[in-house]
Structure formats: structure tokens, C-alpha cells
């Protein structure tokens, strides 16, 4: 039985989808004002995470995550770089399909913008305001907090502690116009030269917390299964969601609430972390991490809990993820004498195995233990791989079996047939040396041009010839 931690809540809840068979899900997304963050990652592989296991599960899983293309630091980007604000969104969402591709994230169902919904965005405000839930000042339109009734509910706090909460998200001109100081807007007046459009209200632009509600109930309906975003995001942003979702639609907004924990950066980043003023991009990490590497390292840690970034943690990541590929490659290399004979002995370990991997993360997708099953899993393969006789059904099944478990993680197995050892490199070094020295050099080029085709590179120097990896 999958449990579900779920933050309106604060329990585990058994899952259960409104309609079974399929699980309507939204992720709040990125505002594409630069290269997404370390932070941004996090949610986008935690909840890609969460998906893959649902379909692993055998559900059918609508992903909707939405790109914020318009708002206050769009604008001020936008002016910075001297384009607009279109060429801005089109600019990061281009690089944000393009990191996240690299580290596995599956494209979302949709990736609705905010402003291909103003029409909607323009309709469900009026709908609130018709309702007394919100009003215009000056071109603006706020929403009355407290005038819906269970303000507060997701993030468990009084409505005193959300109101200090709230003036450390508005500006000195908003504080003004607001009736109340734990109001929020809904619509703000554009000042002159910004992006706009035309409503009731004058010409001006949606706030951030309203094109969710409208996303989400436009392309997944009234009520959906899981909303899930960073743990920062609980207020204001999801608090404000649900009163203005629940206000207009009339009924429960989301049955699980899910939040990732932060990522801090670890000691040996620090460095790192100070000069990016604490915006590591995922497009500067994957210039030298291996983005198979970043993806199984945050993979592998529970949604829940915190992670650090850290050079240690990643090097973990690396020599654990070697040790599966090493593992698969194993088995690769006995499919060339194994036998045709059937093995139920294998069959049913693999069973087990699952049956343990299914439990694990059937717990609020604990990955840690979820993970821990596939070691055992590749420990079995190693063994396995060392018979003396084995049967080529059975590796096929523990290689699918690997491949399939690492698919939820985000990793692609596949065998490194043209991984080439150093013990086969400097076979060739030693070959091409006693070219050289006989003056065959069309036979020492063909080696290095074949080992540079392998990522292999030569270095002669006076004390020999070394060698390095690409
Ligand atoms: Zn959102």
C-alpha cells in the first residue's frame, strides 16, 4: 500500500486517486528569469522521481508543471539584458528543457506559461471578485485572506504569525493599498513601459500565486491528486493557491500536498557557493559533473529530507553508480557462454527483491531504502556473474531487473561495451612504442587516433608516454 506524506495533513496517508487508474499531478515551476538553480533541480528530480514510481506503479500520470514567464524579476532581468520579456522566458526555457534533459528529467505532460492563460488568469479573478473574495484598488486586485475561512490551514501557523510572514513579500506600495495586511495580489497595475495587458481593472499583469490555481484547474480540474513544490513554497505561495482555488471552485483543491526539503551546500563548496552568491546553476554544475552523477546523488536521498551539496557526496554518488554499471557489465560479459537453460532459482529471487524494492518505496518513496534493495540486488548479480555456468535467461532478467529499478531513479543502464580498461590501454601504449621505435608510424598514429576516438588521450613526454581520460 503506497503512503504518502501529505503537509495538509502532517501524516502519512494512504494514496488513493480520485479516479482510479490515473493520478492528476502538479509541480509548481520555474520563474525563467536565468538558468534554473540547484534548488530547482532538487524539485524538478524529487518530484520526476515520484512519477517514474507511479508509473512504475502502473498509473497513467498527467504532469503538469508551469513556467512563470511573467513577474517582477522577469521584468527587471529583461531590462538588464536589454530584450523583452518574451525573448527572456524563450531564452531560459529553451535552457531549462535543455538541463533538464541532461540530468533525465522526463518533459512535464504540459508546460503550461502563465501568459498563454491571461484570458483564464482574467476570468477566474472576476469570479472572485463577483464572490466578495477580492477587490481592485488603483489597478491592482488583492484577496482577502481572512475572509476565507481556513487561511493558514497548509502551513499551520495563526493568522498573526502569516501576517509577519507576509509583509516580507510585498513592497512598500502595496502595503497601502491592501485593506488588510495579510491580503495578496491577484492583478498588478503595470507602471509605464512594463509588459501588460488589458482587464476590467485597467492594463496591467497577473500576481505569481493565481496562474497556478488557473493552471491547474484548467488543464487538471477542480480537485487534483498531488500538488508538490519546494518546502518554500508553502507559504505563501500553496496557502494562497488553495484559498483562491477553493473560493472560486468550490471545492477541495488537492488531496496530497507534497514538499521537497532544501539542498545546502556543503563545506568544501562553500567557496563555490560565495562567489555564485548561492546560485549554483544546474548549467554550471554539469559542465563538470557528470549530470548521470548529479541526478542519481539527488535521486537517492528521500524527498523529504534535506540534502547537502557537497564534492564528498558526489564522489559517493559516482563510486556507488560504478559499482552497479560494473555490476551490469559483469553480466554483459557472461551472455557471450552462457547456456539456454531456464533458472527458476533466479526467477524467484528477483521476486523477492522486488517485492522488498516495492515495500521500501511504497513508505513516502524512501529511496534510501529503496536503493539499499538494489545493492542487494547487484551484490546477487556479482555472484551470479561468477558461476560457472549460467544461464542467459536468468542474466537477462537480473539486467532488466537493474535496468528497471535504476530507470525510477533517473540513471539509464546500458552496457559499456566500448569501455575500454587500462590494462587494454597500455597493451596499446607498449604496441605503439615498439611501432615507433621501428619507424611504423602509420601503425602508432592509427593507435592514438583510435584511442582518441575512445576519449583516451596520449601524452608523450621525456619520461614516457601517459595517458588521460576525456
Ligand atoms: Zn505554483
Same mark, same amino acid.
Given at each position: 500500500m503506497l503512503t504518502i506524506y501529505n503537509t495538509l495533513t502532517r501524516k502519512k496517508e494512504e494514496f488513493k486517486p480520485?479516479?482510479?487508474?490515473?493520478v492528476n499531478m502538479y509541480v509548481c515551476g520555474p520563474t525563467v528569469y536565468n538558468y534554473i538553480h540547484i534548488g530547482n533541480a532538487r524539485s524538478a528530480i524529487a518530484f520526476d522521481t515520484v512519477r517514474r514510481y507511479l508509473e512504475f506503479k502502473g498509473y497513467k500520470v498527467n504532469y503538469v508543471s508551469n513556467f512563470t514567464d511573467v513577474d517582477d524579476k522577469m521584468i527587471k532581468a529583461a531590462a538588464a539584458q536589454g530584450i523583452t520579456v518574451p525573448q527572456l522566458a524563450e531564452k531560459y526555457i529553451n535552457a531549462f528543457m535543455e538541463d533538464t534533459e541532461a540530468i533525465n528529467i522526463e518533459p512535464a505532460t504540459l508546460h503550461p506559461r502563465a501568459t498563454e492563460n491571461i484570458n483564464e488568469i482574467i476570468k477566474f479573478i472576476r469570479g472572485l471578485v463577483d464572490k466578495g473574495y477580492a477587490y481592485a484598488k488603483d489597478g491592482d486586485v488583492y484577496y482577502r485572506a481572512r475572509k476565507f475561512k481556513d487561511y493558514g490551514q497548509l502551513s499551520g501557523q495563526s493568522l498573526d504569525d502569516l501576517e509577519v510572514g507576509a509583509s516580507?513579500?510585498?513592497?512598500a506600495d502595496e502595503v497601502n493599498k491592501k485593506e488588510d495586511p495579510l491580503d495578496f495580489a491577484l492583478w498588478k497595475a503595470a507602471k509605464p513601459g512594463e509588459i501588460n495587458w488589458d482587464s476590467p481593472w485597467g492594463k496591467g499583469r497577473p500576481g505569481w500565486h493565481i496562474e497556478c490555481s488557473v493552471m491547474s484547474t484548467k488543464y487538471l480540474g477542480k480537485t487534483i491528486d498531488i500538488h508538490a513544490g519546494g518546502?518554500?513554497?508553502?507559504?505563501p505561495h500553496h496557502e494562497n493557491e488553495i484559498a483562491q482555488s477553493e473560493a472560486e471552485n468550490? /471545492?477541495?483543491?488537492?488531496?496530497y500536498w507534497m514538499h521537497n526539503g532544501f539542498v545546502t551546500i556543503g563545506k568544501d563548496n562553500e567557496k563555490m557557493s560565495k562567489s555564485l552568491h548561492n546560485f549554483i546553476t544546474v548549467h554550471d554544475i554539469i559542465k563538470e559533473v557528470d549530470p548521470q552523477v548529479l541526478r542519481f546523488f539527488m535521486a537517492?536521498? /528521500?524527498?523529504r529530507r534535506p540534502i547537502q551539496y557537497s564534492q564528498a557526496n558526489l564522489t559517493d554518488a559516482q563510486n556507488n553508480l560504478d559499482h552497479i554499471q560494473t555490476a551490469f557489465d559483469n553480466l554483459t560479459y557472461r551472455e557471450q557462454d552462457a547456456g539456454n537453460d531456464e533458472d527458476q532459482n533466479v526467477e524467484d529471487q528477483l521476486k523477492t527483491f522486488r517485492t522488498q524494492f516495492i515495500t521500501a518505496m511504497d513508505d513516502d518513496i524512501n529511496v534510501q531504502n529503496g536503493i539499499a534493495t538494489v545493492y542487494e540486488l547487484v551484490k546477487y548479480a556479482n555472484v551470479y556473474a561468477q558461476q560457472k555456468q549460467v544461464s542467459l535467461t536468468a542474466i537477462k532478467a537480473i539486467k532488466d531487473e537493474l535496468a528497471e529499478l535504476m530507470s525510477i531513479f533517473g540513471v539509464k543502464l546500458v552496457?559499456?561495451?566500448?569501455?575500454?580498461?587500462d590494462e587494454k590501454i597500455k597493451q596499446l601504449i607498449e604496441e605503439r612504442n615498439l611501432a615507433r621505435k621501428s619507424k611504423d608510424f602509420a601503425r602508432s598514429d592509427q593507435i592514438r587516433d583510435d584511442l582518441k576516438k575512445q576519449g583516451i588521450i596520449l601524452e608523450d613526454t621525456p619520461q614516457g608516454t601517459r595517458y588521460k581520460k576525456e
Open positions: 480520485l479516479h482510479p487508474g490515473v516580507e513579500h510585498v513592497s518546502q518554500d513554497l508553502e507559504f468550490g /471545492q477541495k483543491f488537492v488531496r537517492t536521498t /528521500q524527498y552496457a559499456s561495451d566500448n569501455k575500454i580498461d
